[in-house]
């Protein structure tokens, strides 16, 4: 299982860092989870096109998170190049409803020309999905937030967050995880509800006790030293500090 941080960054517009986004590489299946704006041209980057991804998993619909879809559903249309196999998208409870509305407000633009949508909408629980086995449970960000583990055949395993603050379903999630990634969007003073600051995920991990703590989602207040610090302080796993490109081989 290879695991690349495609976006580390936020909703706020970086050079450096792109927004929300995660490339799941196995048994020659393309997955990802979220796809924010920045999202496709690092794929690109990796040789990896609208044909190559056969599955989007989203953890909540905002923007940072998911924006890159609808270039991505545009792009398929390309009639000298037109993607033909089924796209299946999977997110939580009222997902659908929201495609539906963004499907109409583009109109013809982003319905497919020669392949199918299929979207399926999870609450908590496990599916298996490809070559993973995919467990999901609530988060505390929005009502649609949902976090991720995929596990493989020999078990290795990757549990992903999207946005959320300390929540026990997280740490379920997490629990003995070869990687983790975790949102970390705010240094302590800044800490907002929904999202997660350094002691917090510090916190988290080591309840989970995951094998590997990487964190994400750095809003420009964040001093990756002092963050690194203050979770060292707290869980004593391996941490890494996310940045585009980043990869993980489990």
Known sequence: MNVTILGSGTAVPSLERNSSGVLIQEEGCNTLVDFG???LKQLLHLGINYHDIDRIFFTHN???????LV???FGTRYHLSARKKVLEIVAGPGFQQFFDKLMSAYKQWLVPSEYQIQITEIDEGS?????HQVSFKKVQHIEMSRGY?????????????????YCQGMIELGRGADLMILECAMPEENKITGHLVPSLAGKLAKEADC????????????????????????????????????????
């Not at 905002?62 to 890159?68: F, I, L, S």
């Not at 964190?215 to 391996?238: K, N, Q």
């Open 127 to 131: 599916k298996k999905f490809g070559c």
């Open 37 to 39: 704006y920045g999202t």
């Open 211 to 250: 094998k590997t703590l990487c964190l994400t989602h750095f809003y420009p207040p964040c001093d990756l030293d002092v963050m690194r610090e203050t979770v060292s302080a707290i869980y004593d796993g391996e941490l890494a500090l996310a940045h585009d490109g980043m990869q993980f081989e489990l």
């Open 62 to 68: 905002h923007p940072d998170h998911m924006c890159d």
């Open 71 to 73: 270039p991505f559903l």
């Open 149 to 165: 583990r995929f596990e493989n055949r020999v078990g290795k395993s990757v549990a992903l967050s999207g946005d959320t603050d």
